[in-house]
Every structure is written in C-alpha cells, then in structure tokens.
C-alpha cells in the first residue's frame, strides 16, 4: 500500500469529520436550545421547589389539637373496658377500699386526691415534688408517659398511648369512690355560656349608654 492509499483513507477520514460537524450545527439551528429557554423568562416548565424536597417538607397542613375535653370523652367512656384495662396495673396495685399498699400504693380514691398522699406508702423523690392533686389532666398525663411527666419516677409502667384506652381506665378509677370527682362541663357547653355572658354583659353596656343618651337629652316642650 502507498502513499495515494493513505491519502485516501485521510480524505474519507475528514470528510467524515466535517459531515458530522455540519450535521450538527445544522440541528442547533433547526431546534432551539433548551439551556437557553432555562435562561429566559418565558420558560414554561412548573418550578420545583428543590429546599422542600430536601428538607422532607409536607404539602399536608398541620393539624393542632385542641385541649382534652374531659367531661365529654368520660362521660361517654365504658367503665367495664377500663376495669379490664386496671388489670394489667394489678401486679402493683390494689383498687378495693381499704386495699393494702403493693409495690404502688392503693387506688381507691385516687381520682381528685392530692399527689403522693397515699397513708402508709412510701414515694419516690419525683412525685413527692409534685405539687397539686390528680385531676383528670393530670393522670391522663402520667398514664400516658410516666416518666415522662414525673422525672425520676421509681414507676417502671412505660405508659399507656391509646387514648381510649386511658380515658376508660380513668373513669374507672374516678369510680372508685364513696363520692367520685364530678366531672368538667364539655368544652361545647362552657363555650356556650360564655357567648351567653359575654352577650348579657353588651346588652348591659348598650342599655347603660342608651339611659345615659336619655338623660343628656333635652327636656320636650309639654305638646
């Protein structure tokens, strides 16, 4: 093979080259640049959030909730379901009246009594600095998370999260009682009383400024 072979291959070789270069410009000219529609203001494309992405971020919106309502929740709640529930507080308490201390003291009239006041039992640190009685927010409170709501605590129950659950075992306990702890007006009707009031209360300012209106009057000519 000789020189004239070589430069054939050389030519196909460039020709090949610049068709392909051709071909591409070619194609630029034909199909506009996308990188150049990302640049302009015109670009259609929907924006992607890309710090909500990264930050896990929910279109969801946060529900808050609102205060327990005591008086309606217990009312409603089945004492049989929370009288089986006390079961499995059994191994460290007694429920009868007059019931001996175990490794927790008795529970008969603990629903409105003060905190670690229990005659005869003896309390951890934790709940001797509590302060106050066990009101329904209060034990709903510390069944759900003992340690929680008393640090420190020697109660080695993890707690019970089921909020029916809890607001049964509550109502059994407020029935362990020659005279049980009333229950709270539901959150519905105490809202009521207080548009009432606070209705009673404009109507009395208004009637106020209308007899002060009257006396400020000028007195009639006697027609």
Known sequence: MGELFW??????VLATVLGVLAITELGHLLVPSHAADELTAENTAYPVDWAALESGASSEAV???GPT???????SADIGAGERAA?????????????????????WGVVGADIANHAGFSYSGALQGLEGSWTYAALDAFIENPAG???????SFRGLGNDDT????????RSLSDNPMPL?????????EDDVDDA????SDDAEDMGETAQDMPEGDGQ
């Not at 430069?7 to 196909?12: I, L, P, Q, R, S």
């Not at 309502?69 to 009312?75: I, M």
């Not at 809890?166 to 306990?173: G, P």
């Open 63 to 65: 529900v808050e909730e």
């Open 69 to 75: 309502d005591y008086g309606l929740v217990l009312a």
């Open 184 to 192: 709270p007006a539901p959150l519905a009707e105490m809202e009521s």
């Open 166 to 173: 809890r607001h049964e075992l509550i109502a059994y306990l």
């Open 200 to 203: 009673m209360g404009t109507m």
């Open 149 to 155: 709501y008393a640090p420190g605590t020697a109660m």
């Open 7 to 12: 430069n054939k291959v050389a030519g196909v």
């Open 87 to 107: 079961r499995r507080c059994a191994a460290c308490h007694s429920f009868e009246q007059g019931g001996a201390n175990g490794v927790g003291p008795n529970l």
